[in-house]
């Protein structure tokens, strides 16, 4: 696994635009033939004109000036055709590669573990899953444009060179210029975009909190706080937008004005050499064109070295994710039915916090409740039980695997975490159990639910499991959410279910239908266990075994499995 420390430098994210390049070379390389083509197409035209004027004009010859005018429209013929390949490939190549980065930022952050995460705000992780890979499509996006246009102002500079050795230098005085110009003003407009960047993330990060966490602090008083705090943010974006703005425009501005002062020094000279006939008219037309483009080109071309010193502060930052230690993609697969083990498992969460260490077995068929004061470690242990976060020391293993060294899928499905502040995604309810079984019956549905002891409540809703859950679903209360997070565990077909105190919002009655629905689903599948962690008298009467765990010390088990 890569280390994090490489992210700060360059070299992470030229490795990643790298790779994107690399991994679709396929339309890459057509879209650069696509793009030589539309710039020797655009070369042409004034070359076209100067034969034209000089062979047919001057001459008479009206043949001369239709066979050229012909050649015009070849090279338009073939300026079109070359442009639409150009930019149909490099598109696709464009839109495939940050389909691609979204993806596997997406899939390296769900196997991030708590720690992981912790080092990005969820607003920050945002801004670099959107902004920042839409940087780099844009970059992507006119790669193939930026190649061919340094190809296309060489051949311009040697035409020229062709018409007269001392148009040659103008033209060639302008080189220097532009290199210096695009070493120094790159610099500060990626100083200013990473001042930009990590002020979009801590905007993003502000508004995460004040939309999540604005009911809680209204009571309160701190709706107004967080109000501020995202003021402050939004004016830091704005005064950073406007300083990196600044240096674009500079970049931008100064760019083509060095090729328009060398157009002007070139008309003055290749004037004289027209009137003292060391130059043809035509020539001299051919001559001012050329260094019209050679302004243009250099306006593109700044663009394209302005994205690309915005693609690689993008690439940086995604780089730095995908850099973060996570789980591996492939592991060993689960084994049948089999105990699931914690021996010396420890988490130290801080520098001067250690929880643990647990040593806990959960044998097939056993419902163990896990009890303690707060602070005793107790959703910490689900956690590792579930594989969502690897312990420090100790192991935790699922018959003779490591989760450490198991398939993450199997993992997933098989150990299913369930939290006391469970969240749905907006859509319908059932659209919410179905997530991720498509081919789940009404049956199955109405069962899960009735076992999780909220069938009766949506069947009394107007649209039933059709309802409407909001955002992260708002319309429902804690307990209900609760009630269908552990419906949705029965329905996910696991192996072993780790309940978080999901009975912490609701009444006595609905917690003992909870428990009886527990015990029915655990006694219904070969192997099937229930680790419950909880304060509540009726989950370790219902248990089989109950698990205290003393703050700061090693558990003990205590109390004997049931007749």
Same mark, same amino acid.
């Given at each position: 696994?890569?280390?994090?420390?490489?992210?700060?430098?360059?070299?992470?994210?030229?490795?990643?635009?790298?790779?994107?390049?690399?991994?679709?070379?396929?339309?890459?390389?057509?879209?650069?033939?696509?793009?030589?083509?539309?710039?020797?197409?655009?070369?042409?035209?004034?070359?076209?004109?100067?034969?034209?004027?000089?062979?047919?004009?001057?001459?008479?010859?009206?043949?001369?000036?239709?066979?050229?005018?012909?050649?015009?429209?070849?090279?338009?013929?073939? =300026?079109?055709?070359?442009?639409?390949?150009?930019?149909?490939?490099?598109?696709?190549?464009?839109?495939?590669?940050?389909?691609?980065?979204?993806?596997?930022?997406?899939?390296?952050?769900?196997?991030?573990?708590?720690?992981?995460?912790?080092?990005?705000?969820?607003?920050?992780?945002?801004?670099?899953?959107?902004?920042?890979?839409?940087?780099?499509?844009?970059?992507?996006?006119?790669?193939?444009?930026?190649?061919?246009?340094?190809?296309?102002?060489?051949?311009?500079?040697?035409?020229?060179?062709? =018409?007269?050795?001392?148009?040659?230098?103008?033209?060639?005085?302008?080189?220097?210029?532009?290199?210096?110009?695009?070493?120094?003003?790159?610099?500060?407009?990626?100083?200013?975009?990473?001042?930009?960047?990590?002020?979009?993330?801590?905007?993003?990060?502000?508004?995460?909190?004040?939309?999540?966490?604005?009911?809680?602090?209204?009571?309160?008083?701190?709706?107004?706080?967080?109000?501020?705090?995202?003021?402050?943010?939004?004016?830091?974006?704005?005064?950073?937008?406007?300083?990196?703005?600044?240096?674009?425009?500079?970049?931008?501005?100064?760019?083509?004005?060095?090729?328009?002062?060398?157009?002007?020094?070139?008309?003055?000279?290749?004037?004289?050499?027209?009137?003292?006939?060391?130059?043809?008219?035509?020539?001299?037309?051919?001559?001012?064109?050329?260094?019209?483009?050679?302004?243009?080109?250099?306006?593109?071309?700044?663009?394209?070295?302005?994205?690309?010193?915005?693609?690689?502060?993008?690439?940086?930052?995604?780089?730095?994710?995908?850099?973060?230690?996570?789980?591996?993609?492939?592991?060993?697969?689960?084994?049948?039915?089999?105990?699931?083990?914690?021996?010396?498992?420890?988490?130290?969460?801080?520098?001067?916090?250690?929880?643990?260490?647990?040593?806990?077995?959960?044998?097939?068929?056993?419902?163990?409740?896990?009890?303690?004061?707060?602070?005793?470690?107790?959703?910490?242990?689900?956690?590792?039980?579930?594989?969502?976060?690897?312990?420090?020391?100790?192991?935790?293993?699922?018959?003779?695997?490591?989760?450490?060294?198991?398939?993450?899928?199997?993992?997933?499905?098989?150990?299913?975490?369930?939290?006391?502040?469970?969240?749905?995604?907006?859509?319908?309810?059932?659209?919410?159990?179905?997530?991720?079984?498509?081919?789940?019956?009404?049956?199955?549905?109405?069962?899960?639910?009735?076992?999780?002891?909220?069938?009766?409540?949506?069947?009394?809703?107007?649209?039933?499991?059709?309802?409407?859950?909001?955002?992260?679903?708002?319309?429902?209360?804690?307990?209900?959410?609760?009630?269908?997070?552990?419906?949705?565990?029965?329905?996910?077909?696991?192996?072993?279910?780790?309940?978080?105190?999901?009975?912490?919002?609701?009444?006595?009655?609905?917690?003992?239908?909870?428990?009886?629905?527990?015990?029915?689903?655990?006694?219904?599948?070969?192997?099937?266990?229930?680790?419950?962690?909880?304060?509540?008298?009726?989950?370790?009467?219902?248990?089989?075994?109950?698990?205290?765990?003393?703050?700061?010390?090693?558990?003990?088990?205590?109390?004997?499995?049931?007749?």
């Amino acid at each position: 696994m890569r280390n994090a420390g490489e992210t700060t430098t360059p070299r992470a994210a030229v490795r990643l635009l790298g790779q994107c390049l690399r991994a679709q070379w396929k339309h890459v390389l057509p879209a650069i033939a696509g793009g030589a083509v539309f710039q020797l197409s655009s070369v042409i035209f004034p070359l076209c004109v100067e034969k034209a004027i000089d062979q047919g004009i001057n001459a008479g010859d009206q043949a001369a000036t239709l066979r050229w005018a012909l050649a015009i429209v070849g090279a338009a013929a073939l =300026l079109v055709a070359g442009l639409a390949l150009m930019q149909w490939q490099i598109t696709v190549a464009a839109v495939s590669a940050s389909n691609g980065l979204r993806a596997g930022l997406l899939d390296h952050g769900l196997r991030m573990d708590r720690r992981g995460l912790a080092r990005f705000g969820r607003g920050d992780l945002a801004t670099r899953g959107t902004r920042d890979v839409d940087f780099v499509h844009h970059w992507l996006a006119g790669f193939a444009s930026m190649v061919t246009g340094l190809g296309g102002f060489a051949v311009i500079l040697v035409l020229i060179g062709r =018409l007269d050795g001392l148009l040659a230098l103008v033209g060639l005085a302008t080189v220097p210029a532009l290199v210096a110009l695009n070493i120094v003003l790159p610099q500060r407009f990626s100083a200013a975009n990473n001042r930009l960047a990590a002020a979009h993330g801590a905007r993003a990060d502000s508004v995460e909190e004040l939309l999540s966490a604005s009911v809680a602090v209204r009571g309160i008083g701190g709706f107004g706080p967080l109000l501020d705090r995202h003021a402050e943010h939004s004016r830091t974006v704005a005064e950073e937008t406007v300083a990196t703005a600044k240096a674009a425009a500079n970049w931008a501005a100064t760019g083509p004005f060095v090729p328009g002062l060398a157009t002007a020094a070139g008309l003055l000279a290749g004037g004289w050499a027209a009137i003292d006939g060391a130059l043809t008219v035509g020539g001299l037309v051919a001559f001012t064109t050329w260094m019209a483009m050679l302004g243009m080109w250099v306006g593109v071309l700044t663009d394209r070295f302005t994205q690309l010193g915005e693609a690689l502060t993008a690439g940086r930052r995604i780089a730095e994710v995908l850099a973060a230690p996570a789980a591996a993609d492939a592991g060993q697969p689960l084994p049948g039915p089999a105990a699931l083990v914690a021996s010396g498992a420890v988490a130290r969460p801080g520098p001067d916090r250690t929880i643990g260490p647990f040593d806990l077995t959960v044998a097939p068929g056993e419902f163990v409740a896990v009890t303690g004061p707060m602070g005793a470690g107790k959703s910490t242990l689900l956690r590792m039980l579930a594989g969502w976060s690897d312990p420090d020391t100790g192991t935790v293993r699922y018959g003779d695997v490591d989760l450490r060294t198991a398939a993450r899928g199997e993992i997933r499905r098989r150990l299913v975490f369930v939290p006391q502040r469970p969240a749905l995604l907006s859509g319908t309810i059932r659209e919410n159990l179905m997530l991720g079984r498509p081919r789940l019956t009404e049956e199955e549905l109405r069962s899960a639910c009735a076992a999780a002891a909220i069938h009766d409540y949506l069947a009394s809703l107007p649209k039933g499991y059709d309802t409407e859950t909001g955002e992260g679903g708002a319309t429902l209360s804690g307990g209900q959410l609760q009630r269908l997070a552990l419906a949705q565990a029965f329905l996910h077909g696991a192996d072993v279910l780790l309940l978080d105190d999901v009975t912490s919002a609701v009444d006595a009655a609905t917690e003992q239908r909870i428990l009886a629905g527990l015990r029915e689903w655990l006694d219904a599948g070969e192997g099937r266990a229930v680790v419950f962690a909880g304060h509540r008298s009726a989950v370790a009467e219902a248990a089989d075994r109950v698990v205290a765990l003393p703050a700061g010390a090693v558990p003990d088990a205590v109390g004997a499995c049931r007749a």
